[in-house]
């Protein structure tokens, strides 16, 4: 069977926050239904998180996941001591800009796979 961690959060404003699991044999934090999610990959030894893919079917956009699937990512690295890597330019263009309190976690800011 499939170890899997769930993450969920609190919404605020009434809004209903999205189940994110941590499909850790897959290397992703996705929506339940398996259709939304945020991959990435080991490096050095496992200390480091580097995400680089996002993926929200069209019929999802617009509602924050992409968003949600950062946070479970990044709250995962914070509390493992990873750092992280924002290969993927949603994380690294929309999500970190608007959010920079996650900076600190970068590994660097202006290193990127070659993925």
């Known amino acids: 069977m499939m170890a899997s961690t769930t993450i969920s959060g609190t919404g605020s404003g009434g809004a209903e926050v999205p189940k994110i699991v941590w499909n850790e044999t ?3 934090f996705e929506t339940e239904d398996k259709k939304a999610y945020i ?3 080991m490096r050095d030894n496992g200390k480091v998180m ?5 993926f929200v079917p069209s019929s999802k956009r617009g509602l ?3 968003s949600h699937l950062c946070v479970a990512a990044f709250n995962h690295a914070k509390s493992h001591s990873l750092s992280v890597i924002p290969t993927c330019s949603y994380v690294s263009d929309t999500f970190l800009p608007k959010n920079p309190t996650w900076n600190s976690l970068l590994y660097s800011e202006d290193l990127k796979s070659n993925i």
């Open 50 to 54: 580097d995400i680089v893919h996002t």
């Open 39 to 41: 991959e990435y990959v």
């Open 64 to 66: 924050g996941l992409a």
């Open 26 to 28: 897959q290397h992703r």
